[in-house]
């Protein structure tokens, strides 16, 4: 019992489901950014973080803005997840996505320790000042391409799947 399929008609419904899948990729790699203004917020946090840590306050403060600081990136990633109109299943975060945050953060923690190294010499704000900067800085120049080659995965991976299903047909 099998039905007649028209060769073309067959061929334009593939075309339109591929065109549905390749906008859902571009929104997926729009809203991954979440816009320059989330990653503008991230860094200006650290650096008032790191700035408050070159003035060498008390334990029971640094324990306090610890708290506060985390607290502050939850609400701002909780924030930023909302906003998004695209939730991806959790198989679509590969290994890619596990590299790119571990990197970051093995980056971000190499800026902090190297720049208060070098800054060591100087005045107490100034050595603050400088390692939060510089961090900060680090921070937002490996944030963009790191973000593009970690989302860049999803695309060529459903690209490849549907060639997998139409060669398999």
Same mark, same amino acid.
């Given at each position: ?16 489901? %591929?065109?549905?899948?390749? /906008? ?9 950014? &979440? $816009? @320059? ?33 985390v607290a502050l990136l939850g609400a701002l990633g909780v924030s930023a997840q909302r906003r998004s109109r695209? %939730?991806?299943?959790?198989? /679509? ?9 571990? &990197? $970051? @953060? ?23 000042l400088i390692q939060a900067t510089v961090s900060a800085g680090v921070f937002l120049l490996f944030l963009g ?15 490849? /799947? ?5 060669a398999a047909r």
């Amino acid at each position: 019992m099998s039905t007649p399929v028209d060769a073309e008609q067959a061929w334009t419904d593939l075309q339109r489901i %591929r065109v549905t899948q390749e /906008r859902v990729y571009d929104e997926v790699e729009r809203g991954a950014s &979440g $816009g @320059a203004g989330s990653a503008y917020l991230t860094a200006a946090l650290m650096w008032l973080f790191l700035a408050g840590q070159g003035l060498e306050p008390p334990l029971w403060a640094t324990l306090l803005a610890l708290v506060v600081y985390v607290a502050l990136l939850g609400a701002l990633g909780v924030s930023a997840q909302r906003r998004s109109r695209m %939730r991806l299943h959790h198989s /679509r975060y590969d290994r890619r996505s596990l590299v790119t945050l571990l &990197g $970051g @953060a093995a980056v971000t923690c190499a800026a902090v320790v190297f720049s208060g190294r070098l800054a060591e010499p100087l005045a107490p704000l100034t050595a603050g000042l400088i390692q939060a900067t510089v961090s900060a800085g680090v921070f937002l120049l490996f944030l963009g391409p790191a973000t593009r080659w970690s989302v860049g995965a999803l695309r060529t991976r459903g690209a490849r /799947r549907a060639d997998r299903e139409e060669a398999a047909r």
